[in-house]
């Protein structure tokens, strides 16, 4: 196989690894083609015939991008030989080979089936992200591949990480390099100081909110370069606002915003991917979605906030909330990286360039400190009573994972041994936290089941309702109420006779809900759209719980 890109020099010692030593680590930065040259070049390798291929990919965006187009390349649709599974949607088939799935999918395909019966290998894609669902993944197949199935092949791609230590943790594991194909990128550092956080006091913003600061940079930057923008900022708020900024600032006709968050529907994220027409430069607005395995065509400029949320576990309130933060600087670097992919680019900081050293050399793996209830229920059910019998990058701290098994003894999922219980069991098969899963199943034997998926929605998703400046509702009430007053508006907005043909629809559904349905209505352009799609989780766990709580081995939670 012969893709033209750099990462074809590394696939025959990549071939030969695998083949002798059953491991491997593929170093390669982006644009190197690894993602989707790497599983279609090992598809037909002998110890792979008749098997399937499984790729984790961190984001479900990149996973169905991904998967889309290794189908392309081979000339056919997706969910023939090449397809991916994610929650709410999955495109495979009995003649699929390759396999894209996030991260709670690998997780309950292991613990479903611990031998991995019918796969030949699993490959971590963009493993420097350092997820803890990924690490965890490479924890249990190690440990499947010494007592289950030593025919399992791993491999471990990264852009960033220390190669060689995640080498060591394969066993010594032969590692592979390819260059990228990059271009100069020119840095321009425009900020005063360090990225800006959102709740710095005002006093200390020298340049204004950080919103504003890279609304003024991306103006900037289609007056002084050429070629389609790529933003970072940190979520979806952020988005919006400079979206609102930019439409208001009179780019003129022939320049087109397009957002590209997670919470998008499919055709919204299809477009920001896609070219842009003659004649028209695209400005495309995202969060650190397009850090890695998306190449976005036309970008030769990057404006980056300096700015990433990341969910961060509070122990004095138990519960894992999202706070805006600096990126480290070799986060710093794949951003930059996105404009140097197809032609020479320029980077736009939002900070100084004596800021720049110090900013974290690397992103902090999740394990480090992420909620440890979840990783401390998958051990139980993995048959893991000691953290220390698993091979881990970086071992989940003993402190946090202790509270987390002192919590699931309090649940009732765990015995006085540290053994998994039936209970915790059926905790496991339900595709929510440890202490909301236990929520839904109280909740099942009292009679009260619709209510608490309302409630383990609320508490899992972004809050519904966006206070105003200075004011803040903490009524719940307001939120439960909240979808039903959508509803009905969305319900205003057509005819009589569809309206009453959608309440018929919707009636028929609720007597007989499947997460499948669900899956079919997500992908919908009229079905649940961004943070309505809680609710639709919300009666996906909800029947799963009713009917047998267990949830499709593939329903994840990312």
């Known amino acids: 196989m012969n893709s033209g890109l750099p990462v074809d020099e590394a696939l025959a010692?990549?071939?030969?690894?695998?083949?002798?030593?059953?491991?491997?680590?593929?170093?390669?930065?982006?644009?190197?083609?690894?993602?989707?040259?790497?599983?279609?070049?090992?598809?037909?390798?002998?110890?792979?015939?008749?098997?399937?291929l499984i790729m984790l990919e961190p984001r479900r965006l990149a996973a169905r991008a991904i998967a889309q187009r290794m189908a392309q390349t081979l000339g056919e649709s997706i969910g023939r030989t090449?397809?991916?599974?994610?929650?709410?949607?999955?495109?495979i088939s009995r003649d699929t080979r390759i396999e894209v799935v996030t991260e709670g999918v690998l997780t309950r395909l292991l613990q479903s089936d611990p031998a991995l019966e019918g796969v030949a290998a699993v490959i971590f894609d963009e493993f420097h992200e350092r997820s803890l669902q990924a690490d965890l993944g490479v924890a249990l197949a190690l440990d499947a591949r010494e007592h289950l199935t030593p025919g399992l092949r791993l491999l471990v791609m990264s852009a960033t990480l220390d190669g060689a230590t995640v080498a060591r943790l394969l066993g010594d594991a032969p590692l592979v390099t390819a260059t990228g194909r990059l271009f100069a990128v020119q840095t321009r550092y425009a900020g005063k100081g360090l990225p800006v956080l959102p709740d710095a006091p005002s006093a200390t913003r020298a340049q204004g909110s950080p919103e504003t600061l890279v609304a003024q940079l991306v103006s900037r930057a289609l007056r002084e370069e050429h070629g389609d923008v790529l933003v970072f900022l940190p979520?979806?708020?952020?988005?919006?606002?400079?979206q609102a900024w930019l439409n208001t600032a009179q780019l003129g006709s022939g320049v087109r915003i397009l957002p590209l968050f997670g919470d998008l529907p499919s055709e919204e994220q299809d477009a920001a991917l896609a070219p842009a027409v003659?004649?028209?430069?695209?400005?495309?607005?995202?969060?650190?979605?397009?850090e890695t395995s998306l190449t976005?065509?036309?970008?030769?400029?990057?404006?980056?906030?300096?700015?990433?949320?990341?969910?961060?576990?509070?122990?004095?309130t138990g519960m894992s909330r999202l706070e805006t933060q600096r990126i480290s600087r070799a986060s710093a670097d794949q951003r930059q990286g996105r404009?140097?992919?197809?032609?020479?680019?320029?980077?736009y900081r939002a900070w100084s360039e004596g800021a720049q050293s110090t900013l974290a050399a690397f992103t902090a793996p999740e394990i480090a400190d992420a909620d440890l209830a979840p990783l401390a229920l998958e051990l139980a059910s993995w048959g893991a009573r000691d953290a220390g019998a698993l091979r881990w990058l970086d071992a989940p701290p003993a402190a946090q994972l202790g509270s987390a098994r002192d919590l699931l003894a309090r649940l009732g999922a765990l015995d006085d041994a540290g053994s998994i219980t039936a209970h915790g069991r059926e905790l496991a098969r339900v595709a929510a936290h440890p202490r909301l899963a236990h929520m839904l199943l109280r909740a099942r034997a009292l009679g009260q089941l619709p209510l608490a998926a309302q409630l383990a929605a609320l508490l899992s998703e972004r809050d519904l309702l966006r206070p105003s400046a200075g004011a803040r509702d903490a009524d719940?009430?307001?939120?439960?109420?909240a979808p039903t007053r959508v509803a009905m508006r969305a319900c205003c907005w057509r005819s009589p006779t569809r309206t009453a043909s959608a309440a018929s629809a919707r009636a028929g559904r609720a007597a007989s809900f499947s997460p499948t349905a669900a899956a079919r209505r997500s992908r919908s352009p009229r079905g649940?759209?961004?943070?309505s799609s809680s609710w639709l989780w919300t009666w996906t766990i909800a029947s799963a719980t009713r009917a047998s709580c267990s949830p499709r081995p593939w329903s994840d939670a990312s």
């Open 82 to 91: 090449v397809g991916y599974r994610m929650r709410f949607d999955t495109r």
């Open 296 to 316: 976005i065509a036309g970008v030769r400029v990057v404006v980056d906030s300096g700015l990433v949320r990341r969910a961060c576990f509070d122990p004095v």
């Open 13 to 52: 010692p990549l071939r030969a690894a695998l083949g002798t030593r059953r491991a491997a680590v593929l170093q390669a930065p982006p644009g190197a083609g690894k993602s989707t040259v790497v599983p279609l070049a090992l598809l037909e390798e002998p110890w792979a015939r008749g098997k399937r």
């Open 476 to 481: 719940i009430r307001a939120r439960l109420e």
């Open 235 to 242: 979520g979806g708020r952020e988005i919006r606002r400079v």
């Open 339 to 347: 404009a140097g992919r197809l032609a020479a680019g320029v980077c």
């Open 278 to 290: 003659r004649g028209v430069r695209k400005v495309v607005l995202a969060t650190n979605i397009a």
């Open 528 to 531: 649940w759209r961004g943070r």
